[in-house]
Every structure is written in C-alpha cells, then in structure tokens.
C-alpha cells in the first residue's frame, strides 16, 4: 500500500512540474550562452523544460549529474548512452525509475540554459564543504542509480556531495503543497462529490462503494 502511494505521489510530482504551454516532447532549441567562471567542486543549477536540474563541476568542462534516462534500460551500448539525455529519454526515464550519475560538458548539461552558481549555499543551513571533498564524492557516485523523483533526485546527489546531507527543496515544496491540500476540507467534499458520480455512473458495488467510504474518511483523518 505504501510502495503504490509513493508511486502515485511521484507521479502527480512529475506532472504538477510540466509546462502545461510546452510540448512535452519537443526539445529545446540551443542558444549561444556565455558561461560563469566555474571552479571544481561548484554547484551548477540551470532550468530545464519541466525541473530545476542541478550538477556538480568537476573541472576541465565536466559536470556530473544525476539524469533520469531510459536508455541504460534499454541497451548496454554505451555509443546509444552517452549522448546528452533529451527531454523524451528523461521523462520515460522518471516513469521507469532508472537513472544514472553521468558526466558531460557543461554545454551538455546546460541544454541551452543559463547556469547558477552555488546560488544553493545562501538557501542551506549547513556548510558546505571543501571544494575537492565535494567533486571526490561526485566522482565516486558516477553510474546506474535508482531513480526517485521524491527520495533520489538530481538535487539530492548534489547536496550530498557539497554539504553531506541528501535533500530535495524542490520535493518539499511539493509535499508542502500536498499537505496543504490534505488539511483543506473542501478535499473531502470534492471527493464525497466525485464518489457519488461514480457511483452513478458505474452502479453500486463493492469497487465503487469502497473508495467512496475510504478515501473522504482517510482525508478527514488526515486533516
């Protein structure tokens, strides 16, 4: 029951973040970007199509970061792999939950975006740590991973390799939002609402009666 409701979570995670004005598919155009002055064991943040994507600079115009992707499911050649992840292969990669810490070119990892940097240390309560600490943890980590939109993101590898501590801003934002929701008692009623229609729709019966018990009871409860 657990394994399902994180699963569910981690898709309305997903689909809250898309650009409802974007194609999902369509990739985004390159753009000539002039780079900050980037130093090893930096923190790089740039705003991708559908998350904020964060990765680590390792020096000589290399960033390991943590990437959803399908392909490593897909196929052991590592011609297919290795070139920059597009948004179709990111995005089939949350659903299948496979991802892997890689290392590319800035240009790469940018996709065509402007790059932050380190602009996480003003947010975070903690210290960050020595610069060449921060790319050894990096460096250490690259490769197959699995993927969790709320527990095992990009943003998490990174605050693991810079201030020792795996966390997410972006997830708990998210949950945050969801509390809010839970707690709201117009919640209840919408889903008393949308339990009789089905009902209606679909008849009485133990598949129809059951979620329309359970789950305005579990909200009430929660809230």
Not at 56 to 75: C, E, F, K, Q, S
Not at 113 to 122: G, K, R, T
Not at 178 to 190: E, G, M, P
Not at 215 to 221: A, G, K, N, R, V
């Amino acid at each position: 029951m657990l394994d399902s409701l994180t699963l569910l979570f981690e898709k309305i995670f997903l689909f809250s973040n898309f650009n409802i004005f974007t194609s999902l598919w369509q990739e985004e155009p390159e753009r000539a970007v002039k780079w900050p002055v980037l130093r090893r064991g930096d923190l790089l943040e740039v705003q991708r199509t559908l998350f904020i994507h964060y990765g680590i600079y390792l020096g000589d115009n290399r960033v390991a970061h943590l990437m959803p992707d399908i392909m490593p499911a897909l196929t052991n050649n590592k011609q297919l792999i290795k070139p920059v992840v597009t948004n179709k292969r990111l995005i089939l990669g949350c659903i299948y939950r496979n991802a892997r810490i890689r290392v590319d070119s800035v240009e790469d990892f940018a996709y065509g975006a402007q790059i932050m940097v380190n602009d996480m240390d003003m947010k975070m309560k903690c210290q960050a740590l020595v610069s060449e600490e921060v790319a050894r943890r990096a460096e250490k980590l690259v490769g197959d991973i699995p993927y969790s939109l709320l527990w095992n993101n990009c943003e998490h590898f990174v605050t693991y390799c810079r201030y020792g501590t795996p966390v997410s801003q972006q997830t708990e934002k998210f949950c945050y939002c969801l509390k809010t929701i839970i707690r709201d008692q117009r919640s209840v009623a919408l889903t008393v609402g949308i339990g009789v229609m089905y009902i209606l729709c679909f008849g009485l019966a133990p598949s129809t009666t059951l979620p329309t018990i359970l789950i305005p009871f579990i909200l009430w409860m929660a809230g």
